[in-house]
């Protein structure tokens, strides 16, 4: 048959190709980067046209978004939805076409984009097509996962459960209804759609990123520490207020600028609401490692995983701050809301990612990681990297902010030339992350070649999923 | 220590701009009454550290009310302080707002509130506690860090994430003032 049937092929295929578009998706980024240091580094190449600013900013971002880091989401559900309901997924084949779909699907993203097919809109440049397209996908995988739900044995469902449940029911509502209902010409234009897109930008953040990287991290700190979570009931007042709060937010992304004013002010406050689910996570966080933090000096996943709630925490303390009406206007448009961005989907989901992947991956295919050593490098070269990135991006944002409020407009050059420190630091700083992506893609491809076989203790019991 | 500037210092604060102008006080009562009914949460719920759970019990469900009280009465502080629609003096474009804002809010709250009740009514949604043991005995087993035998002083490692949150806290809040503080008068917001 085409499509495997072997339990856990389709997550740890999705894994695999994941991890491949995350690297390319790093890479276009780099060079976005690098861009910005020589504006004309491809000027008068006939080749090169093809890869100006405008057309490698938004493969960068969709290749990341899409290609990475929601292809290792569909992975994460189709490794922890079987085991939280205590039941095989429903059907692996139907995961490995999805496999397959998906990377047909991000390959035309990269090609439409790179060839200028772009929609204009905001983390939905692709084509309309590509967006029918992308729906489909989520379809295929969500029924899966759907299906596999309602087959399950385990009646009781675990906050991991709650919040991947949230993000299939909400995740394909926002997708449609954010990209104006999939049609091929938008019939909203103007500051109408600027409303209509941040809806989505926003929301996609809300209830596809966070619902599944919070779950994740529900699931994998009871398994790397030994401990249940600290509180079950905080988890779920989470979980609900998550739900409840984060849908009107979208709006601040245009605070100070031409749309109603009582919106904006309902989303700055439903921003500042959203501190309370944040806490929920990081006070169970800190209950759940209570006793266990030796464990940190030996596990790397979990040095991740606690580096991605230092990055969470930043992020969700950015963020009602920055939707104030007063912070907005020094901020909006910076390289600090780049920085804040990065922060939450490299620092925080893509961290959980990669801690995710070093626990599932050897109970996928039955083998030890291949190298310890490879794996501290991976981390220690992220977090610098990374903290020298969002460092620089912050910093250079504020600058950029005071040269404009002071009046800067007849001027505009000066705030550009401001920057350039700024923007070198924040190259270096993303060719240390993408360096230490390829040492983590070598150390996964030996894993999956010569990694040693797991010891009879580690080895999952009887099935692959739960209960037996 | 915000608050207590943007009270002395409101002008300072006030975004002024074409959409309306209006200051980010009621922020700063949301973020305390915030702060207050969270503290509130955990003492209600029996989840503060051991030696103020007592505290937390008779006082929890004190700070609750408090908070609403301060989100309350910051709210009719911050509207007293003045709004574009009270300064325009046009009074069918604040009705018209508020109708928008209150019909937004009531949308919002029956939906999520009808999703909330028909969990609860089929017994889905449960809360207890019970359930969080699930997750280490469903036959996928821990790292074996799990069963890592602690050290002494180890968990003063807790500090280092705790220290991190705080020093960027502090990083990008200081940056911020500072910015909006050294521009020159007729530029601040």
Redesign the interface.
Known sequence: MMFSAVEGSASRNFFYTAVLWMAIGMSFGLFAAVLLIFPDLVKGIPVLEYFTFGRVRPVHTNLVLFGWLSGAYFATLFYMVP??S?TPLWSERLGNFAVLFYNLLMTAYAVTLLMGMNAGREYAESTWVLKVLTVVLFALVFFNVIMTFANRK?K?????AWYMLGAVATAPVIYVVGNQFLMPTNPVTGVNDAVINWFYGHNILGYWFTTIGVGAIY?LL?????N???????S??GF?ML??VY??TGAHHLV???????????S??FS??L??PV?TVL?NF??T???????????V??KFL??A??FY??TC??G??Q?????????HFTNWVVGHAHLALVGTFSFIMFATIY?ALP?LINREIWSAKLMDWHFWLSLIGFTLFFVSL??GG?VQ??DW???QSANFIASVINQRPFNIARAVGGAMILGAQLLFIYNIFKTATAGSRLGA??????SA???? | MALALQLLLPAK???E????G???L??LY??SA?LL??TG??GV?G?APRRWRWFGYRYGRWLLGLGLLVLLGGGFHASVVGT??RETGDVALGRL??Q??LG??TV?ASF?GL??YAARRSG?????????????R???????????V??PG?????W??VA??GF??FF??A??L???L???SG???
Not at chain 1, 323 to 331: A, C, E, G
Not at chain 2, 124 to 136: P, T
């Open positions: 085991r939280l205590g385990e009781e469902l675990y906050v991991t699931y009871p398994k790397l520490t030994g249940p979570i600290w509180s079950h009931r905080l779920m007042i609900w739900m409840f849908g009107p100070n600028g031409p749309v109603p004013y009582w919106l904006q002010t309902i700055i406050a500042v609401c501190i309370v806490w006070t800190y209950g490692m209570n006793g266990r933090w030796g464990a940190l000096k030996e596990s996943p979990l606690v580096s709630m230092v925490f930043i303390f950015q009602p701050m939707s104030l009406r007063s912070v907005s206007s020094i901020v626990y109970r912050t910093i504020l902010g005071s409020a002071a009046n203790g580690q080895a999952e019991t009887g999923v739960a209960g037996v | 604060a006030a975004a701009h074409l959409s309306g209006a200051s980010d009621m922020g949301g973020g915030l009914g969270f949460l955990l719920l989840l574009a629609e707002a508020t928008q804002l937004t809010l919002f999520w999703v909330y889905v949604l449960n809360m207890g506690e019970s359930v969080k043991y699930a997750i280490l469903n036959g996928d087993p821990p790292e074996p860090t799990a069963a890592r602690g050290r180890e968990q003063r490692l807790m280092i994430p991190a949150m960027l806290a990008f809040s940056g911020v500072i910015t909006l050294r521009l020159p530029a601040r917001p």
